[in-house]
């Protein structure tokens, strides 16, 4: 059994800063790609950031610059640093794991149960 996760989240004024923790558990021979997502009242789940294996990052072209994506193999953690933060980034933040539980079962997503950011004054 696999388990995602987050902490971090709240309420924080607009240009301000949170950094989102999503640590993973459970039964896991390789993690590929963890990285966060995120949905707004109303909206559609969309990509944040992702970082795969070997550290190679990506953003949305609405965050990048402003958030940084990390991940900390050994503790099969990933970080998500987020500055100069605004209205519109207010949504239930997600962590994402794409993985292998054991060496011969089939990579898969999986999903933490999500975290509030609310930027607001």
């Known amino acids: 059994q696999v388990q995602l996760v987050e902490s971090g989240g709240g309420l924080v004024q607009p240009g301000g800063s949170l950094r989102l923790s999503c640590a993973a558990s459970?039964?896991?021979?390789?993690?590929?790609?963890m990285g966060w997502y995120r949905q707004a009242p109303g909206k559609q789940r969309e990509l944040v950031a992702t970082v795969h294996n070997g550290a190679t990052t990506n953003y949305a072209d609405s965050v990048r610059g402003r958030f940084t994506i990390s991940r900390d193999a050994a503790k099969n953690t990933v970080y998500l640093r987020m500055n100069s933060l605004k209205p519109e980034d207010t949504a239930v933040y997600y962590c994402n794991a794409d993985l292998s539980p054991t060496s011969y079962a089939p990579r898969r997503d999986y999903w933490g149960q999500g975290t509030q950011v609310t930027v607001s004054s």
């Open positions: 459970g039964r896991i021979f390789m993690i590929y790609t």
